[in-house]
């Protein structure tokens, strides 16, 4: 007789990335169909900072779709040499875009966005750059759990570009625009962002201790019933 983890028990980091693939999901249906549509009249009110809005969204695009494979125990594992390169490239993408997005929210003041929501935008830059920057320092200095701990928090401030959007979309708040609303559900998702990292690293340090005591149980467990 052996006792074993449950087989179909869902991690909670997949119901995690489940969730954010439906924001994704939603966010390109929702907010970003104009990249495909030329004709879309948005392209107007992108037309004085579109060569900005290039870079910041390839580096975004870079940041927010590589980061779920650093989450791979198995990735960092068996390809280390995958998983510093995918690293340094997130990284690279969390400290361009930041600077990037909050200088094209300043273009955007004189097209009616008040100061407030730059303002918004620049905490926002500052929390991903600062996060993002201690994380890579702590894998510079082989600190695995500090650099795995902060690079969580790094990703949940990345995160706040889908989360607003969804809030906005789902509620409806974005139609008209409404800078009011926009700024305070921004400003909800930017004070929010590092304490959804740290629940996310005491969830897996939860569950990294329970996978140890099961496995460390089941060897005895094991023994014992063999036993005449």
Not at 57 to 74: E, K
């Amino acid at each position: 007789m052996s006792i074993s983890a449950p087989a179909n028990r869902i991690r909670t980091k997949y119901i995690a990335f489940g969730v954010i693939g439906v924001m994704l999901a939603y966010v390109l249906m929702h907010n970003e169909r104009f990249l495909i549509d030329p004709n879309d009249p948005v392209w107007e009110h992108y037309e004085t900072f579109k060569w900005w809005l290039l870079p910041h969204g390839l580096l975004g695009a870079c940041a927010l779709l590589l980061a779920p494979m650093q989450f791979s125990d198995r990735l960092r594992a068996r390809f280390a040499k995958v998983h510093r390169v995918i690293g340094r490239i997130y990284v690279a993408g969390a400290l361009g875009l930041a600077p990037l997005g909050a200088y094209i929210s300043y273009l955007e003041e004189p097209l009616g966005q008040p100061r407030s929501f730059t303002i918004a935008n620049i905490v926002d830059a500052a929390l991903l750059m600062i996060t993002t920057g201690i994380g890579f320092y702590f894998a510079t200095k082989r600190m695995i759990p500090q650099h795995r701990q902060w690079m969580t928090r790094s990703y949940a401030c990345a995160l706040i570009f889908f989360e607003a959007r969804l809030i906005l979309g789902v509620t409806g708040w974005d139609r008209p625009p409404n800078f009011a609303i926009i700024e305070t559900v921004v400003w909800v998702c930017v004070g929010f962002s590092v304490l959804i990292g740290d629940i996310a690293n005491q969830i897996y340090e939860l569950e990294s201790r329970r996978r140890v005591a099961t496995t460390q149980a089941s060897p005895s467990v094991a023994a014992n019933a063999a036993l005449p």
